[in-house]
C-alpha cells in the first residue's frame, strides 16, 4: 500500500515562528502537493512539485515555500507563522495526474 | 469564475434514494477528472476517475460533459455508508495542477 506520511498530526506554533511540515511518500512518485483545507473553502493548492528541486506556485503560495531536495520528501515551509494560517494541512503524493494519495494531515495552530 | 464548482449541499436523502451531483470547471484544456470522498475529519481518497465515455463502478456512476464543461457523479440505492463529503478535481490548463473543488456534503438517513 502507498504511504505518505505527515511529521506531525496536531502543531501548535506562536506568531512569527518558522514552521516546517515535512512530508513524505513510499511509492516513488513524480508529483507532490500541498494543500491546505479550511471550512468552506474546500483544499486549496499551496505549492506543488513534479521533481526533485521543482516546484511551481498552487493558488495560495503567500507566506509559504517549500522544498523538495529528495523526490520522497517534500516539506513546506511557513518562513513566519500568523494566525490565518491556522489550518489543516495536507499533503499527496501521485504519479502525472493520475489519483493522488493523501497524508492524514496536520492540524496547524497559530496562536 | 471558480477554477472547479460544485454545489455545498447538503444533499439530505433517504436509504434507497437515487442522488447526483454535477461540478463545472472553467478552463477548458483540463484532460484528467475524478471524484473524491472525504469523511469526516479523514484524508481524502480517490472514489473514482471519469472518462470521456463515463464510467460505472457499482452503484456509482461518473459523466463528463466536455461540451458544457461539467462532470457528474451518480450514486444508485444510497447506503448510510455513502454519507460523506464529495469532492471533484481537475487537472489545470493541461498541468500536473490538480485542483479541488470545495466538495458537495450527502448525508443520507434511514
Known amino acids: 500500500d502507498v504511504k505518505v506520511t505527515q511529521s506531525s498530526r496536531y502543531l501548535v506554533k506562536r506568531t512569527g515562528e518558522k514552521v516546517f511540515l515535512e512530508c513524505v511518500q513510499d511509492?516513488?512518485?513524480?508529483?507532490m502537493f500541498w494543500y491546505r483545507q479550511d471550512p468552506g473553502l474546500g483544499l486549496r493548492l499551496i505549492y506543488f512539485?513534479?521533481?526533485?528541486?521543482?516546484?511551481e506556485k498552487g493558488d495560495i503560495p503567500e507566506g509559504y515555500s517549500v522544498s523538495r531536495e529528495k523526490k520522497e520528501r517534500f516539506s513546506l515551509i511557513l518562513e513566519s507563522a500568523s494566525t490565518n494560517q491556522t489550518s489543516m494541512y495536507l499533503c499527496?503524493?501521485?504519479?502525472?495526474?493520475?489519483?493522488?494519495?493523501f497524508g492524514s494531515g496536520t492540524q496547524l495552530s497559530v496562536l | 469564475r471558480k477554477e472547479v464548482e460544485q454545489d455545498p449541499g447538503p444533499f439530505n436523502v433517504p436509504e434507497g434514494a437515487t442522488v447526483a451531483f454535477n461540478c463545472t470547471y472553467s478552463?477548458?484544456?483540463?484532460?484528467?477528472f475524478f471524484w473524491y470522498r472525504q469523511d469526516c475529519r479523514k484524508e481524502p481518497k480517490l472514489l473514482m476517475s471519469v472518462y470521456s465515455s463515463g464510467n460505472e463502478d457499482g452503484r456509482f456512476t461518473a459523466q463528463l460533459n466536455r461540451a458544457s464543461q461539467y462532470i457528474s457523479l451518480l450514486i444508485r440505492d444510497s447506503k448510510l455508508s455513502d454519507s460523506a463529503t464529495y469532492l471533484c478535481v481537475v487537472n489545470w490548463d493541461n498541468t500536473d495542477k490538480l485542483i479541488f473543488g470545495t466538495g458537495t456534503r450527502l448525508q443520507v438517513f434511514p
Open positions: 499527496a503524493s501521485g504519479q502525472a495526474r493520475e489519483k493522488l494519495f
Open positions: 512539485s513534479y521533481d526533485v528541486k521543482m516546484k
Open positions: 478552463n477548458s484544456a483540463s484532460q484528467s
Open positions: 511509492m516513488d512518485h513524480e508529483n
